[in-house]
């Protein structure tokens, strides 16, 4: 029997979580599942999935509605699913679609990816973990700690790490002796968790030091204009590059005309960018995170941990890797053999997730609880926070005169 699997994502925009997700479904049609992906949020015209490409799998939207009416949303997405049944329903950081998983078919299992190590994933799994058959963690430190939090499901919790196409051999990089490093920066230019006040730093040092270093930034995100505007001198000396939004291809592309991947993140779960850059022998210059970056970056055999926060520790590796060609290619060579043989392939993780899909779907026995049919309101659709949302801005105003 064909394995369908239902994906919803409240927005299709371009990130982490999504763009692994597109992979795995092109890859599980490959194997011969029927992927299927629904745009659940109030208006899904306001994300097109331009950034796709090739897409092997069938993608579409609920109507649209208004931002409150999470109630007709929910009920249109498992009338859908109940059509589809038996099948796998992952919500795709859809937590408003998640809570609608007790009404999902006897015949159906649901299933809970936790992407990062970010707090709102915790919460979500404390409070409505135990209605999914099971959750997949894409770190072993989030599978972990996952276990010692919940060990009544430990069985459950599962580690299912990011894969990524890997090519036959790494790009030829072919460069003159006087040509600077290539490094690229390519994710949501936030503050929060990716810090990239401490990249805009970083740029700045290597400006005026005179390093052979040139960066490429993709990416947007809230904090945007100020990043821009805080390294003003390297982009207008051609030091820094803004590069714009890039397709799924057009990434792929960068990586493989640069020499260096930075990320200064405070927490992650396991970046797709990381992997992907690895991929193509792209030395990793990353933030020693708890999870994920440890768990495929090696400093000084693949790549460079950097303390959360030490500019001077990426500095002074991005300099090694501009003045010494021959540990660029080491560590290089070393990335990309870590994706091909390391287990974060592509094919490696379509096929763990089709036989846990399977397992799921051939023993009703892993459904552990009785699921009553009566969808959970998410909290912050009730009235009570709606209330006190008012109330919030209520007194801000006040305060505020």
Request: net charge neutral.
């Amino acid at each position: 029997m064909t394995t369908r699997i239902i994906v919803s994502s409240p927005s299709m925009e371009l990130g982490g979580a999504n763009k692994t997700m597109a992979s795995l479904l092109n890859a599980l049609k490959d194997r011969g599942c029927e992927p299927e992906w629904i745009c659940t949020g109030h208006n899904p015209t306001s994300d097109d999935g331009g950034w796709l490409g090739e897409r092997r799998f069938k993608m579409h939207s609920l109507p649209s509605t208004q931002l409150s009416a999470v109630r007709q949303r929910q009920a249109l997405l498992l009338d859908h699913l109940r059509k589809c049944s038996p099948c796998i329903y992952i919500p795709n950081f859809d937590f408003d679609m998640a809570c609608a998983v007790p009404a999902l078919s006897p015949e159906s299992a649901a299933v809970f990816i936790v992407h990062s190590d970010e707090p709102i994933y915790y919460d979500f799994v404390a409070d409505y973990g135990h209605l999914f058959n099971a959750i997949v963690c894409v770190s072993r430190f989030i599978t972990e700690k996952l276990q010692r939090l919940h060990p009544e499901w430990a069985e459950r919790i599962v580690h299912i790490p990011f894969g990524v196409d890997c090519p036959a051999r790494i790009p030829t990089r072919e460069k003159e002796p006087s040509a600077p490093l290539e490094v690229a920066y390519c994710g949501r230019l936030s503050f929060y968790q990716k810090r990239i006040q401490d990249l805009a730093e970083i740029i700045r040092r290597c400006h005026l030091d005179r390093l052979p270093v040139r960066f490429r930034i993709s990416g947007s995100g809230p904090d945007e204009k100020a990043f821009f505007q805080s390294i003003a001198q390297p982009l207008a000396e051609g030091t820094a590059i803004r590069v714009g939004f890039l397709s799924n291809a057009q990434v792929l592309d960068l990586f493989a005309n640069s020499d260096a991947l930075v990320i200064t993140s405070d927490f992650e779960g396991l970046p797709a960018v990381l992997l992907e850059a690895m991929a193509y022998g792209c030395v990793p210059v990353v933030s020693h995170t708890v999870s994920g970056m440890a768990e495929v970056v090696q400093s000084d055999e693949n790549g460079f941990l950097v303390p959360i926060g030490d500019v001077d520790g990426f500095v002074r590796a991005l300099a090694r890797l501009a003045a010494e060609p021959e540990l660029r290619h080491h560590l290089g060579s070393g990335a990309f053999e870590r994706i091909k043989t390391g287990g974060f392939t592509l094919t490696r993780a379509a096929a763990d997730y089709e036989n846990l899909f399977k397992a799921l779907l051939n023993n009703p026995n892993r459904i552990s609880y009785k699921r009553n049919c009566e969808v959970i309101v998410p909290e912050k659709y009730r009235l009570g926070a709606k209330i006190q949302k008012r109330i919030n801005w209520l007194l801000r105003d006040v305060s505020a005169q």
